[in-house]
């Protein structure tokens, strides 16, 4: 009976080593504490993607990792969050092509007005320029988790826009802080106001600007839309998005996990991408219940913002975003379009 107990004694020190020899899983993790910013507004569809990739990652690292996220800009814009993130008061941001540019002229390859015209020609040159601006970035000292899109970027105005000419007449939002943005619209013959995006809504309601350039989600849910009522009938660009994270901070997570941790973001960003595609029309039709009137151009006058697009391209082409990147998007757009105009013609 003692040799009995003696041996389970025995086992049972041997058990309790074996425990205290084993490595821990998730919880034996390096502490990691992630505060993600964004301008996009609580319980959105943007604001989803970073709740899901807070939940994955969690699951995926274990109980050390700790994730804030704090949606509608009450950080700041995105410019602003990109400062707190270089100063180490912010680890990750979600940022439209405005704040991931301020990290990268090159971003702004993508944003160039009436160069692509649709998510499927974005699609095709993002898959192949893309990897090109991650590594940029990554030397700037981001990691870009995923791709995202914000939506068209229209034209919305107090009174109605039909064309160039009369946009030129009205007091036009840009963002504050990207003097270079300003030069350019002033020397296209634009009047603008540089000014926070938290002080949009106010500039509104003063009348010290009646036009802005937005997307339309942004536009409804603020209500933006009651104080520029008219929307021109083009899309200027599709605006791009993403969410970084401060290289230093991805890399203080154990490498193992990086692979597991980057396919999590990027299936969230994809999950919802076809959803936040639509928003732009759902956002229309709603806002046109509310008041909102469309401007309607026909061809000439469509081939006329078109053309004074194209005017601007010779000082964006390595002012905005550098040569090499503004000459491979012109040529995978038109490599693109020969490819369908091909494919019309075979069928």
């Known amino acids: ?5 003696y041996l389970c004694g025995m086992l049972g020190c041997v058990f309790l ?9 998730a919880d034996d993790n390096p502490s990691i504490r992630i505060l993600i910013g964004t301008v996009a507004p609580k319980d959105t569809l943007w604001h989803d993607v970073l709740k899901d990739i807070e939940r994955d990652w969690k699951k995926i690292y274990g109980s050390n990792m700790e994730i ?6 009450v950080l700041g814009d995105g410019p602003k969050m990109v400062e707190k993130v270089q100063n180490g008061s912010l680890q990750a941001v979600g940022l439209s092509s405005v704040g991931l540019s301020r990290i990268d002229d090159a971003i702004a390859c993508l944003q160039v007005p009436m160069m692509i015209r649709s998510y499927e020609e974005l699609d095709y040159v993002r898959e192949r320029i893309g990897p090109r601006l991650e590594k940029r970035l990554e030397q700037k000292g981001y990691k870009l988790l995923h791709w995202a899109d914000a939506g068209w970027v229209h034209t919305f105005t107090k009174d109605p826009v039909r064309t160039p000419e009369d946009l030129r007449k009205m007091k036009l939002f840009t963002t504050a802080g990207d003097e270079e943005t ?5 020397e296209f013959g634009f009047e603008v106001y540089p000014k926070p995006l938290s002080d949009l809504i106010p500039s509104l309601k003063t009348g010290a600007i009646n036009a802005i ?10 209500d933006a839309f009651r104080d520029v009522p008219c929307m021109t009938g083009i899309r200027w660009l599709p605006l791009v998005a993403g969410t970084v994270i401060q290289l230093k901070v991805w890399n203080e997570i154990p490498e193992k996990y990086h692979p597991q941790l980057l396919e999590a973001a990027r299936a969230a960003g994809q999950r919802y991408r076809d959803a936040i595609r639509n928003q732009d029309a759902i956002s229309i039709r709603e806002m046109e219940k509310k008041g909102l009137k469309i401007v309607e151009l026909d061809d000439t006058a469509r081939a006329l913002w078109q053309e004074e697009a194209e005017k601007t391209y010779p000082k964006l082409r390595g002012r905005y975003t550098p040569s090499e990147f503004f000459d491979e998007v012109k040529h995978l757009v038109d490599a693109y379009r020969q490819s369908e105009k091909q494919e019309i013609a075979a069928r």
């Open 213 to 222: 350039n937005l997307i339309p989600t942004y536009v409804s849910l603020t």
């Open 1 to 5: 009976m003692k040799k009995y107990g």
């Open 17 to 25: 080593l074996s425990l205290i020899n084993t490595p821990l899983q």
């Open 68 to 73: 804030h996220i704090y949606p509608g800009g």
């Open 182 to 186: 300003v030069k350019l619209y002033q």
